[in-house]
């Protein structure tokens, strides 16, 4: 008798522990599940786009960041795969260009535009932050690459908290 007393009470203690662990919140974000984004805008002549701003928009957040001299911007706390909505305003506040980045986890870091404007973002697991060009197009498209001739150095700040 004392037996199955025991036994129970080590069930009833193993489904409430199994119902804690249940409604234990999921575990926060950090900075390893976030990815930086340093970005060059040009025109298709390459004349840089200073003095815009970029927004990032993701369904949960939205970033401001203001392009510099050079054509650069740079953001953080971008999520590495998902979609985000990229806009580019002049420095009126019109939209300049928006185009839809799906980002997403591979073996090489690449990044493409396909024919519907849509860009293609692959980071591998171990790259915490990519270089990209977005251009903009005569007709107000967006089109992204890779930024080939620059390297974000590790541990740069990043001025600008994205979405």
Do not use: Y
Not at 13 to 31: D, F, I, Q, R, V
Not at 88 to 102: I, K, N, R, S, Y
Not at 128 to 148: K, M, P, Y
């Amino acid at each position: 008798m004392r037996i199955q007393k025991v036994g129970i009470a080590l069930l009833l203690l193993l489904l409430l522990s199994g119902c804690a662990s249940m409604s234990a919140a999921p575990p926060e974000k950090t900075e390893e599940d976030e990815l930086s984004i340093a970005a060059l805008f040009q025109t298709e002549n390459g004349d840089t786009l200073n003095g815009s701003a970029a927004c990032f928009t993701t369904e949960a957040n939205s970033g401001h960041c203001q392009v510099d001299s050079e054509g650069v911007a740079s953001v953080s706390g971008l999520p590495r795969s998902g979609e985000l909505l990229l806009t580019l305003f002049d420095p009126q506040q019109e939209v300049q260009g928006a185009m839809t980045l799906f980002f997403d986890q591979g073996a090489v870091i690449d990044a493409t535009t396909d024919q519907d404007g849509v860009g293609h973002i692959t980071v591998r697991n171990d790259t915490s932050e990519v270089a990209l060009i977005f251009i903009l197009t005569e007709d107000g498209t967006l089109q992204c690459t890779l930024w080939l001739e620059r390297t974000v150095p590790p541990n740069t700040d990043h001025p600008q908290k994205g979405a």
